[in-house]
């Protein structure tokens, strides 16, 4: 029952993915594997949201200052 993995949308390192995860695992290997990869990928959105906030001289002032404006569009009344 060996299927060949042939689509144009995934890339190599996808395919591997798929490859190694060929046979069915436990739910809870599957689980502890997907915890993994979400705290990988959390890593590095904090990776760059750092390099993006040092880049734009953003501190916790910042934050606070933006999170009392207003920015919001305005509303546009219907004609």
């Known amino acids: 029952m060996s299927q060949n993995i042939n689509n144009p949308r995934l890339n190599e390192q996808q395919l591997d993915m798929i490859r190694l995860f060929k046979k069915p695992m436990p739910e809870s290997d599957f689980m502890q ?7 990988l990928l959390g890593k590095h959105l904090d990776d760059v949201m750092e390099k993006w906030e040092k880049e734009n ?8 200052k933006w999170s009392k404006e207003h920015r919001r569009s305005p509303y546009k009344k219907p004609e």
Not at 57 to 64: C, F, G, H, S, V
């Open 57 to 64: 001289n953003i501190t916790e002032d910042t934050y606070e």
């Open 33 to 39: 594997i997907r915890r993994l990869a979400v705290q």
